[in-house]
């Protein structure tokens, strides 16, 4: 039964998801908790996360032997992520949104889709 859960690349990928947002959500909190600012939480956060993603999807969720080439395409998969979780908050904001953890989230869950989208059909190929 394990076997078919670990050969899952979906479930996988989710699992790893689920465990740097976790790790990303909470730095970005904690830091948010001690006074940082908004954005300043938000890319050290994300800097720490990178770099969890990076080691858990090229080993566990594509079983990807680690190159320069995979990550050169995975940061550029980042950025363009971050950009788009960027726009996601600044827009939350536009819209009247003034909770800093609901925007954070609505950030996260842009950035999420973005980098899944990217790494499946660009980066890990």
């Not at 908004?38 to 032997?65: R, V, W």
């Not at 909770?99 to 954070?104: F, L, N, P, R, T």
């Amino acid at each position: 039964m394990f076997d078919r859960f670990y050969n899952n690349q979906v479930v996988r990928y989710c699992a790893v998801g689920a465990a740097n947002t976790t790790v990303t959500a909470i730095a970005i909190f904690v830091m948010t908790a001690f006074g940082f600012g908004l954005y300043t939480a938000n890319i050290i956060g994300y800097m720490i996360g990178i770099l969890l993603s990076f080691a858990l999807n090229t080993y566990i969720t594509f079983s990807t032997k680690p190159s320069i080439r995979i990550l050169v395409k995975f940061l550029i998969c980042c950025l363009v992520s971050y950009i788009i979780n960027l726009i996601a908050m600044k827009s939350s904001q536009y819209l009247g949104l003034t909770d800093k953890y609901v925007i954070q989230i609505i950030g996260m869950i842009f950035y999420t889709a973005s980098g899944f989208l990217t790494n499946k059909l660009w980066v890990m190929k």
